[in-house]
């Protein structure tokens, strides 16, 4: 499956964003999701996954309560729904596809977009 991230840009702080992430080439629908983010010098880090019903989702715990994940699989996309930023949320955000949910949220899945930049100005 092949995934293409969009909806980066630069917020200010306690401003929101919306990221995209279409998915093509086999059945999105097979395909648990995440998004992962990434600061320059760090290891890539888990945000939050969903299901690939929607019917279960998960969370960093540095995320809980701003953000929400989402998916419309007739679409073909999911969405990461970011609200109340902080500066400590900037990084390039990636999505990512398994058709493991255990495994899409760790650093591991399979199938991975390029990332979208998110910056938070304080």
């Known amino acids: 499956v092949q995934l293409q991230a969009s909806g980066g840009g630069l917020v200010q702080a306690g401003g929101s964003l919306r990221l995209s992430c279409a998915a093509s080439g086999r059945t999105f629908s097979r395909y648990h999701m995440a998004w992962f983010r990434q600061t320059p010098g760090k290891e890539r880090e888990f945000v939050a996954a969903?299901?690939?019903?929607?019917?279960?989702?998960s969370y960093a715990d540095s995320v809980k309560g701003r953000f929400t994940i989402s998916r419309d699989n007739a679409k073909n996309t999911v969405y990461l729904q970011m609200n109340s930023l902080k500066p400590e949320d900037t990084a390039v955000y990636y999505c990512?596809?398994?058709?493991?949910?255990?495994?899409?949220?760790?650093?591991?899945?399979?199938?991975w977009g390029q990332g979208t930049q998110v910056t938070v100005s304080s």
């Open positions: 969903i299901s690939w019903s929607g019917g279960s989702t």
């Open positions: 990512a596809a398994d058709t493991r949910f255990g495994v899409v949220q760790s650093t591991t899945p399979d199938y």
